[in-house]
């Protein structure tokens, strides 16, 4: 019968490749995860980890304080420099090949750090920018302190999952002592006038019961060790929290530039296709009615009466143009009444509760107002729902706003929709868009945003 062992699974048990697992009906699956942890698939990529960080890191660690001991003992000289940048250079090479080797065997994905950005393309603005770089530096420091944490996890490893099996398996081959060495089994104590051996079944019993809790406690071990590993990888290998945050920022920059601008072309589209398209009939019809006044009055007092009935139109196009930018209502009486508002023109009764001590800032504000106002909407264009509400609440430095509806479900924020424009606008501000709408509903939107007073 052929044996699949499974790795850790996301809720942090041992699963089975594949739907069977062991044998047929899944019987593998259902054996107990501190059961399957020592032949897991995890217990053996952490372990080949371990294993291969202890050769590495020497050749880590005797390159980094060669070539960095050599740099420092020749800045007297010109040539302290070169060597120095040179050095750097190689410990930020090997930290490629270490963030891949925590990728295969550890899953931890770590960003590469911020490149080397050289003012000149010349060699002195290349070392320049190599020794001026933190990044360099981390990794040389990895390269000196990963060496004697490797020496520890390597025994304390291998200690463990060596004694462990070779406890477990001792009722296995206690024969081999009798019978090939001339011993009553495994020594534990001997001098010149006693020995003791493991050989009768009480104590062979419980030298396979000590093997066997160290057997299953290996894999948690390996697991802990790892575990800083890991820390070491992300802390030093990857990017410093400020560049991160650098690079988060002129993501979202550019988000809210291309919002912005795509927010002007509505706008502009609106206003031609719309207010402005009426504007020109009126002026046209007026000038219609001007000309026949003298001529012919009830002609011309019904192109009056119609353009009366443009100029409504237009204000209303206009009126709905400037409450979908900023509607004068939500700078007069805040989030409350301006979503009240809204809720009154979705097709569906909606419920509103708003429980706010205070005013959020008004970009935040704003943001809180258009975001409510497009879920209404797709509330009424598409969820086919018979009610809906809209609950509007603060957790400590957060802002909270959650539509529900209970109509057909299935909505996406996947790329393409307007759920995924919205999530982009959120996370501009540091915001966040969850979305809960399984087919059949109900459909529960929840977005959260900073609290700027």
Same mark, same amino acid.
């Given at each position: 019968m052929a044996t699949q062992f499974g790795e850790y699974g996301e809720h942090g048990g041992y699963g089975a490749y594949g739907d069977s697992g062991f044998g047929s009906g899944g019987r593998w699956r259902r054996v107990p995860s501190v059961l399957r942890a020592p032949v897991g =698939? #995890?217990?053996w990529r952490e372990l080949a980890f371990v294993l291969l960080s202890l050769p590495i890191s020497i050749v880590l660690f005797t390159y980094a304080v060669v070539t960095l001991s050599l740099g420092a003992g020749l800045l007297v000289t010109f040539l302290g420099v070169p060597v120095?940048?040179?050095?750097?250079?190689?410990?930020?090479?090997?930290?490629?090949?270490?963030?891949?080797?925590?990728?295969? +065997? +550890?899953?931890?994905?770590?960003? =590469? @750090?911020? @490149?080397?950005?050289?003012? #000149?393309r010349s060699a002195m603005a290349w070392m320049g920018a190599v020794l001026k770089s933190g990044a360099s530096w981390r990794h040389a420091l990895y390269s000196v302190v990963h060496l004697p944490w490797a020496v520890f996890s390597f025994?304390?490893?291998?200690?463990f999952w060596t004694y462990g099996w070779a406890l477990l398996t001792y009722p296995?081959?206690? &024969?081999?002592?009798?019978?090939?060495?001339?011993?009553?089994?495994?020594?534990? %104590?001997?001098?010149?006038?006693?020995?003791? %051996?493991?050989?009768?079944?009480?104590?062979?019993?419980?030298?396979?019961?000590?093997?066997?809790?160290?057997?299953?406690?290996?894999? &948690?071990?390996?697991?802990?060790?790892?575990?800083?590993?890991?820390?070491?990888?992300?802390?030093?290998? !990857?990017?410093? #929290?400020?560049v991160s945050r650098v690079v988060e920022l002129e993501s979202d920059r550019g988000v809210v530039v291309d919002t912005a601008a795509a927010d002007l072309r509505r706008i502009e589209r609106d206003l031609h296709?719309?207010?402005q398209a009426r504007l020109v009939a009126l002026a046209m019809d007026l000038g219609l009615a001007k000309?026949?006044?003298?001529?012919?009055?009830?002609a011309a007092a019904r192109m009056v009466d119609e353009a009366h009935g443009e100029v409504k139109t237009a204000l209303r196009e206009l009126r709905d143009l400037a409450r979908g930018i900023h509607p004068a209502v939500l700078t007069d009486r805040g989030l409350d009444a301006a979503l009240s508002a809204v809720a009154s023109r979705c097709t569906v009764p909606v419920r509103v509760e708003v429980d706010l001590d205070a005013r959020p800032a008004?970009?935040?504000?704003?943001?809180?107002?258009?975001?409510?106002?497009?879920?209404?909407?797709?509330?009424?264009?598409?969820?086919?729902? #018979?009610?809906?509400?809209?609950?509007?609440?603060?957790?400590?430095?957060?802002?909270?706003?959650?539509?529900?509806?209970?109509?057909? !479900?299935?909505?996406?924020?996947?790329?393409?929709s307007g759920l995924a424009g919205?999530?982009?606008?959120?996370?501009?501000?540091?915001?966040?868009?969850?979305?809960?709408?399984?087919?059949?509903?109900?459909?529960?939107?929840?977005?959260?945003?900073? &609290?700027?007073?």
């Open positions: =698939a #995890r217990l120095l940048a040179a050095g750097l250079a190689g410990c930020r090479g090997f930290g490629t090949l270490e963030r891949a080797r925590a990728r295969a +065997l +550890l899953g931890v994905e770590v960003s =590469a @750090p911020e @490149p080397l950005r050289p003012r #000149r025994s304390v490893s291998v200690a296995l081959w206690f &024969w081999v002592f009798p019978l090939y060495g001339g011993q009553g089994g495994l020594q534990v %104590y001997g001098d010149e006038e006693h020995r003791i %051996y493991l050989d009768n079944p009480f104590e062979i019993t419980v030298t396979a019961l000590v093997g066997l809790l160290f057997t299953l406690a290996t894999p &948690w071990i390996v697991r802990a060790l790892t575990s800083v590993d890991r820390v070491l990888v992300r802390a030093l290998l !990857g990017r410093s #929290r400020l296709d719309g207010a000309e026949k006044l003298r001529e012919d009055p009830r008004a970009a935040i504000e704003g943001i809180a107002y258009f975001t409510v106002s497009e879920l209404l909407q797709n509330v009424s264009k598409h969820s086919g729902a #018979r009610s809906a509400s809209v609950d509007v609440w603060r957790v400590e430095d957060r802002l909270l706003l959650q539509v529900a509806d209970d109509g057909v !479900g299935g909505a996406d924020a996947s790329d393409g919205l999530a982009g606008r959120l996370d501009a501000v540091d915001g966040v868009l969850v979305v809960d709408s399984p087919a059949g509903g109900p459909t529960r939107i929840t977005a959260e945003l900073p &609290w700027r007073a």
